[in-house]
Nanobody, 128 residues
């Protein structure tokens, strides 16, 4: 079981990036994927979630309206399209999986303790 996050990089404020989280060793059909980020000196923050079973999604207030999460069932991959990026979006971004496919509509969608497997992080830096 492995999750591979990719797509990070350096982008100017107002720019866009697309992160990907590819799963191997298991099918995401019966899982939900969450995206988290850890900014320097801050705790890990849950920012988005998508359930492969019904497509339900969750967005944290800090990213709502700017980030879009999507799934690609054929590629067993989740994407996080990030737009209107701000310097405060600078962080290491992680994806994680859980078999709780109802999590994205729950009050605990952004709780890292509810996710089982984690990928390595990918760095996103927003700076001019």
């Amino acid at each position: 079981v492995q999750l591979q996050a990719s797509g990070g990089g350096l982008v100017q404020p107002g720019g866009s990036l697309r992160l990907s989280c590819a799963a191997s060793g298991f099918s995401l059909d019966y899982y939900a994927i969450g995206w988290f980020r850890r900014a320097p000196g801050k705790d890990r923050e849950g920012i988005s979630c998508i359930s492969f079973s019904d497509g339900s999604t969750y967005y944290g207030d800090s990213v709502k309206g700017r980030f879009t999460i999507s799934r690609d069932n054929a590629e067993n991959t989740v994407h996080l399209q990030m737009s209107a990026l701000k310097p405060e979006d600078t962080a290491v971004y992680f994806c994680a999986s859980t078999s709780d496919t109802g999590i994205c509509t729950s009050w605990y969608a952004n709780m890292r303790e509810k996710y089982d497997y984690w990928g390595q992080g990918t760095q996103v830096t927003v700076s001019s």
